[in-house]
């Protein structure tokens, strides 16, 4: 029987940071099919991109073999790129002329300009080792600090926020703790779309009981089984959150207790908070003062009430504003450090979480030490037995400025896709055609891929040992299904071959070597090794012991901040970057799609997601395609400041009218071409949840 599998293997799935754990079911080293397994963040629950999105692996145009960029071809993304062609604009190569070549470059590039010439992308879709190996080849190789990946267009605002007020940038309670909550708050995030599976967990909980709040924007399936749902203006998200807290305070709804035990600075949010009034936040937000009070009564007087947001809060200028207020109304009303309360930004890709532990982030070290504190890095120093440098390196969108200003010239990316992903796409794409010398280790020849020097034929999920650690903390293990096709390579190795061309001295001959250094350098690992992984599968961080399961709910007694106290820290309403005007009148709002995974590079190269979703739509109020007089279907233009794409429509009754949301997968109408680069002063995230529109029939 064809469907009958030779073997099975245990793994987690490579999309959204709810970890499912699942099981491939393997024939002649082909995966037939997936189900989900018994994890902790899924009790054999997938959804359509866990069950159905496997078979990208064996594309038809899945990298084999190295390629070079063929001598005197210009850099470029080629807008009738045909990946079921042959390549025109790059040859094959073996590894060592690829390798040669790839490090050769960086290394002149370093040798002529310093090590601030060079900066690296990783990414969260790989493991925890492929990171720790990323960030310390470019600290020790590369020798300077300028390494990130997709965590800074993710929740780089929420852990800024977090890493301030609560002394730590992960979260203080699983998902699953929804199911002990009365009151869960559901802001800027849309789970049945982003985090399925923990969706169904806020479903089982209201059908339990637990009164869900859904704030945001855009309406969404959840709404269904909420308490209250209210749909805010645009960008009024720290206004509505102060004028909640400001209810919390004049109505005496705080938990003195807990304030005095635990926090400090409360006085001074008090104050600050005083006149910003539900009458006064109301024209902001665009809720009733009378809904305002309802909903911070809600929360305060709970007994246990937890808040989830999503990068409808941390993809804003004032991203960290935002969650400075939601960590505000948790710490005032004690929802914090008992089972059914706590703070969780959902993590978005598979890995966000891992990858940001360790260190795949400019201005910190592995478990967020501060590159500037001596004493930690003396202690990597010694540990990786070389130099590191003190200065916090770029962030994402500062790299590409720094590429197009001319001060760095060759990076390397590792599965990370800017020619997508970054805001304003034609700056972005502008500056790696800049680049001197540009290595891309990936699947595909991705959109990024095209302005490559050298491509690294990498490997997927699927092939590979690794671990990764989801939105709840879990640390989870990966493990290889099937052998890697043609030359294609381990990504640890490939980063192992750099780096000992690079002058480094690195013997690594399995992942798990790698996890064992990381336990050298990060506390939040003790007690979780390679081998419990194998036995376990799932181990949560923190871990009290080896023979004991890890903290669900954390910081029940102290926060890990000098004082063992968390901060309140007052924000001030402010408005997006470009607010809308008579020209640009309709809010752009981009995100993802259920069936496609950011950028699509592995999405839309899975055949039944592809076909779920084959093509670039623009979601709008009915009312909204009747003022356009459009019918759902026909094509619109979308123009900002920064440029023009043009799609189909859908209409969506969800919307409000005044708002158009694109999803960012689509090469052929790229959302990213619109979005404004715009920074959050704090987290240095781009505002991508509001750029100044206008729409037209095309
Ligand atoms: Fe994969 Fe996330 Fe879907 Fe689970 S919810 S199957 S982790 S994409």
Known sequence: DSRVADRTVDSVCPYCGVGCQLTYHVKDDAILFV????????????????RFGFDYPRHPSRLTTPLIRRPGVAKGLDPDF???QPLTHFVEASWDEALDLAAGGLADLKAAHGPDALAGFGSAKCSNEEAWLFQKLVRTGFGSNHVDHCTR??????VAALMECIGSGAVTASFMQALQADVVILTGCNPTVNHPVAATYFKQAARNGTKLIVLDPRGQALDAYAHRSVRFTPGGDVSLYNAMLNVIVSEALYDQTYIDAHTEGFEALKAHVRDLTPEAMSPDCGVEPEQIRELARLYAQAERAMIFWGMGISQHVHGTDNARCLISLALACGQTGRPGTGLHPLRGQNNVQGASDAGLIPMVLPDYQPVGDAQMRSAFEELWNSPLDATPGLTVVEIMNAIAAGTIKGMYILGENPAMSDPDLDHAREALAKLEHLVVQDLFVTETAQFADVILPASSWPEKDGSVTNTNRQVQLGRAAVPLPGEAKPDWWIIQQLANRLGLDWHYTHPREVFDEM???MASLDHISWSRLERESSVTYPC?????PGADVVFTDAFPTASGRATFTPTRPLPPDE???DDYPTVLITGRQLEHWHTGSMTRRTRVLDDLEPEAVASLAPSELGRLGLSPGETVTIDTRRGSITLKTRADPLMQSGMVFVPFCYLEAAANILTNPALDPFGKIPEFKYAA???HRA
Do not use: F, T
């Not at 189900?35 to 866990?50: A, D, F, I, M």
């Open 35 to 50: 189900e989900g397994r018994e994890g902790p963040s899924n009790q054999n629950r997938l959804c359509v991109k866990g």
């Open 82 to 84: 045909d990946p079921a």
């Open 153 to 158: 267009l993710c929740h780089a605002s929420s």
């Open 519 to 521: 336990k050298q350098g």
């Open 544 to 548: 009290p012991a080896e023979d004991a």
């Open 579 to 581: 607010p809308i005007d």
């Open 693 to 695: 529109s206008r729409l």
